[in-house]
């Protein structure tokens, strides 16, 4: 029988034994993350192992480094919540000042990111360095007991935003840091989803590749702070995709009028005028994707909450410049 | 039976690992999470039918820990040491070659 190999390095730089929840989609998104700059790495420098991680206070950095054991099997270096951007910014510096070809991953949640870090992130863009930044987006503070985050979506349950009968739970829209990322004209930004790990890896190795800093927001899975069974992670934030509540894009230079658009999946049919991407028709509701988690549950009691978020998710896509229907579900 | 990926980080943690405080608190050994066997987390274990399987990899794609590696044919073996049972596998396994059933111990 025919060997086959399977379509990414089987280098592994994320070790098991770290301790995740199972059914992490964080974990997945890191083990992707690394396999991709690695094989850039290979390709631009012929060196796989020729990066170095900054990893800010979050999820993934609390499980993967549970003293005295580390998940990692590359060089990496833990560092306070708000500074991952500006550790990763000085190691770049000292690698060129000894003359060290290589690139930098930054890696922050998106409290590291959206919240603590925003300043240090912009420095670091604005500044040029060349640093890939990694946004693993779960959408709250999970690691510290599940608190709202600017970037966790309308609707959604927390610790500190709970539905009731004066709430409907985070009543702020979510903040695309993405967006903010491409305002810097930094040459690459991107969102991608551990759904789609294909996309995911082509844009991190896009990423890797270019001289000068570059920003990618993935959305991965919190199965305690979604309220969500393990088994269903990765489907989850397909429906994401498949829904329109996530957008898959890149932008490359801060331009915004050639922003590409990938194709969402699940029956959406989408409009091109030019090569662009002016409209999307989803055919799934986003009640399917509201439906398999828990942190949504209370939005079915009041349907102009999903219908004010249905809203939300189309101004998003307006900033996109593409026109979206969402549907309704089927009575 | 292929090797695991990580049999040699296995190996160097049981012969270099000591509970001795380090200097500085550095961790020297990459990779020494896997003297942690998270398998005693798992309640359901995956349960793989080689004739079903196709090589799509998606199962090895997907797999948080990773504890799916690949053997010599390209069929993913999966490390029963490490499996936290998520069920991500199984779900997202497009022929069905992967079903979770309960374990006895």
Known sequence: MAVRKPPITTREYWAPGHAACAGC????????????FSEAMEEKYGDPNAFAIAHATGCMEVVSAVFPYTAWKA???????????AVASGVEAAWKKIGRKGKILAI????????IGLQALSGMLERWHNVVYLMYDNEAYMNTGIQRSSSTPYGAWTTTSPPGKYSIGEDKPKKWVALIAAAHQIPYVATASVANPFDFVRKMKKAA????????????????????????????????????????FEIENGDFFNIKIQPPGGGAKVKREGGRVVAIEFKKPIEEYLKLQGRFKHLFKRPEAIDELREQIKAMWKTLGVDVTLPKPEE | MAESPFKADIERVQKEY?????????VYIPGSSVIN?????????????????????????????????????????????????????????????????????
């Open chain 2, 18 to 26: 000591s509970e001795k405080m380090t200097p500085g608190a550095i």
């Open chain 1, 209 to 248: 590749k270019v001289d000068g800093p570059a920003f990618v927001q993935v959305q991965c899975t919190c199965v305690p702070g979604w309220r969500a069974p393990p088994e269903k992670s990765i489907e989850i934030t397909r429906l994401a995709i498949e829904t329109g509540v996530w957008p898959l």
């Open chain 1, 25 to 36: 989609g964080c974990a997945t998104s890191l083990k992707l993350a690394t396999k991709a």
């Open chain 2, 37 to 105: 066997k998270t398998g005693s987390w798992r309640v359901f274990m995956p349960e793989f039918n080689r004739e079903k399987c196709t090589r799509c990899y998606l199962c090895y794609i997907y797999c948080p820990e990773p504890s799916i590696y690949i053997d010599e044919e390209g069929y993913p073996v999966f490390d029963y040491d490490y499996c936290k049972g998520c069920g991500i596998c199984a779900n997202e396994c497009p022929v069905d070659a992967i079903v979770m059933v309960r374990e006895t111990k």
């Open chain 1, 108 to 115: 922050g949640g998106d409290g590291g990111t959206a919240d």
């Open chain 1, 75 to 85: 060089p990496w270096i833990h560092v306070a919540f708000e500074n991952a951007a």
